[in-house]
T-cell receptor, first 112, second 115 residues
Framework: SQQGEEDPQALSIQEGENATMNCSYK?????LQWYRQNSGRGLVHLIL?????REKHSGRLRVTLDTSKKSSSLLITASRAADTASYFC????????????FGTGTRLTVIP | ETGVTQTPRHLVMGMTNKKSLKCEQH?????MYWYKQSAKKPLELMFV???????ENNSVPSRFSPECPNSSHLFLHLHTLQPEDSALYLC??????????????FGSGTRLTVV
């Protein structure tokens, strides 16, 4: 299975602090993506990093990718209460199929 | 709204009922997906339609039957479900590219309860 695994499973921080979530995956990938899910809702695509990239930024988000360690991290800077959600990493493998496999998610709580 | 619309938002059905979930996208995407999200489990990819070809996950029970009449619409037909099938069912769409390369756009999901 290509499913990733996020760490930690749950994270609670104060508003204004930075939040870091990690993701490990099993096989070689073409790209890795991060998604956000508010409780009971659909997932929202945040950012995509390709296998030949090492770091990518989008607003307060910073994503890194280390293909040698098969791992990625998502950093949210200057967190806000509205960032409270579950965050998932997901990846396409290199088989050529267009299927995206998700990890188990990190539940982030930002305390006002 | 994301551009992917799922109906109904909530569904309660008995084990002997037949119902259908509907998904519609207006993004011009040519790949659509059904995912199942159960508590404390990773999202499970159920079915994929890419370029109007169906890629079926063989582990999905036959009581779930997908239908994709065109690139904008996707259905999931349900019959004789079990209580353990209760979950959030998510539809997603994306442009098709071999090996991936695009983010998925998800609908808000249908919360299914089987009684």
């Amino acid at each position: 299975s290509q499913q990733g695994e996020e760490d930690p499973q749950a994270l609670s921080i104060q508003e204004g602090e930075n939040a870091t979530m990690n993701c490990s995956y099993k096989t070689s990938i073409n790209n890795l993506q991060w998604y956000r899910q508010n409780s009971g809702r659909g997932l929202v695509h945040l950012i995509l990093i390709r296998s030949n990239e090492r770091e990518k930024h989008s607003g307060r988000l910073r994503v890194t990718l280390d293909t040698s360690k098969k791992s990625s991290s998502l950093l949210i800077t200057a967190s806000r209460a509205a960032d409270t959600a579950s965050y998932f990493c997901a990846s396409h493998d290199q088989t050529g199929a267009n299927n995206l496999f998700f990890g188990t998610g990190t539940r982030l709580t930002v305390i006002p | 709204e994301t551009g992917v619309t799922q109906t109904p938002r909530h569904l309660v059905m008995g084990m002997t009922n037949k119902k259908s979930l509907k998904c519609e996208q207006h993004l011009g995407h040519n790949a659509m997906y059904w995912y199942k999200q159960s508590a404390k489990k990773p999202l499970e990819l159920m079915f994929v339609y890419s370029l109007e070809e169906r890629v079926e996950n063989n582990s999905v029970p036959s009581r779930f039957s997908p239908e994709c009449p065109n690139s904008s619409h996707l259905f999931l037909h349900l019959h004789t479900l079990q209580p353990e099938d209760s979950a959030l069912y998510l539809c997603a769409s994306s442009p098709y590219q071999r090996g991936g390369g695009y983010g998925y756009t998800f609908g808000s999901g249908t919360r299914l309860t089987v009684v």
